[in-house]
């Protein structure tokens, strides 16, 4: 005689089949945050390099960096000066001398 | 729009870029921390877990890029030595050293989740917590040194993510029941 309800699943098979779930899941999750991650990585990368202050570059191409300040784009104050200090403690030159030198093609090409 | 030679800055945006991240991820996840310690993360704790774990890896992944690239900046030029031990490099301290000791911080507390048998449970659930603290250095570190803490859109970001968390943390603290506020509401 056969019952009203189906038989109920071997406990061993259901147990495999919510740890199998539970991994998929797991899986899910990590992916997500994997994904999330080079999102954010990207959108920070592209906020930074549109809208994020410059400062000075490096002596090689400060002079450009120069030109770029008198044509009155604003960059920032704080970095122009941290880069400054970077260069005074790592390189061991002096801020002034690098912003003089950034400064004089400016100053001839308005002269 | 500010022409930006890329060569000269890629290194420099990256670490930003990285800097920027490790907080969002790192304050998710003291989020998502306290959320499975507190009262209502207890229905998803498994998933929470997970979600936990993720976003603490990818945090540090993360933080591990902020400083590595700082090393490829040809015009900042540090040293080894200089990312890796607090006041070495003189410069914007003490926000600098901040960073570094929270840095070590979340990545050693956050790593010893896997030597936590080694350790005994308890003891690392007790160490566990001054993930919290190496999370607040990190933040004080980001408004003092960031280069982009002067911006609008950044401290809105900043101020959005941290808030809640510190909220959460500040809950925590409250009602914990070893807490000086739990003692005198018993007492």
Avoid: C
Avoid at chain 1, 77 to 91: D, G
């Amino acid at each position: 005689m056969q019952s009203a309800h189906p038989a109920p699943p071997h406990p061993s098979r259901e147990l495999r089949r919510r740890l199998r779930a539970r991994a998929r899941r797991v899986r899910i999750l990590r992916r997500r945050v994997g994904a999330l991650t080079v999102a954010l990585l990207l959108t920070a990368w592209g906020a930074v390099f549109a809208i994020g202050p410059m400062g000075h570059a490096s002596t090689a191409s400060a002079t450009k960096v120069a030109l770029v300040y008198t044509r009155g784009h604003k960059t920032g104050k704080r970095s122009a000066s941290k880069k400054a200090n970077a260069v005074s403690s790592s390189e061991g030159t002096s801020s002034s001398s690098s912003a003089a030198s950034t400064v004089s093609p400016v100053t001839t090409s308005q002269s | 729009m500010l022409a930006v030679d890329l060569g000269t800055h890629f290194f420099w945006i990256t670490s930003r870029a990285a800097g920027i991240v490790a907080l969002l991820l790192s304050s998710g996840s003291v989020a998502a921390g306290l959320a499975i310690s507190g009262r209502f993360g207890r229905m998803r704790g498994p998933d929470l877990r997970v979600t936990h774990e993720a976003l603490s890896l990818a945090a540090l992944a993360a933080l591990v890029l902020h400083a590595a690239t700082l090393l490829g900046d040809s015009f900042f030029h540090p040293t080894v030595a200089d990312l890796l031990i607090p006041f070495h490099m003189n410069y914007k301290e003490p926000y600098m050293a901040i960073g570094i000791i929270g840095g070590w911080g979340m990545l050693i507390l956050g790593l010893s989740y896997y030597a936590r048998e080694r350790i005994g449970v308890n003891r690392w659930k007790a160490l566990h917590r001054l993930t919290a603290v190496a999370w607040i250095l990190g933040v004080i570190h980001t408004l003092g040194e960031g280069t982009d803490a002067g911006q609008l859109w950044f401290l809105a970001m900043t101020l959005i993510v941290v808030i809640p968390v510190a909220l959460l943390l500040a809950a925590r603290i409250l009602t914990t029941p070893g807490s000086a506020t739990g003692n005198a509401r018993r007492a």
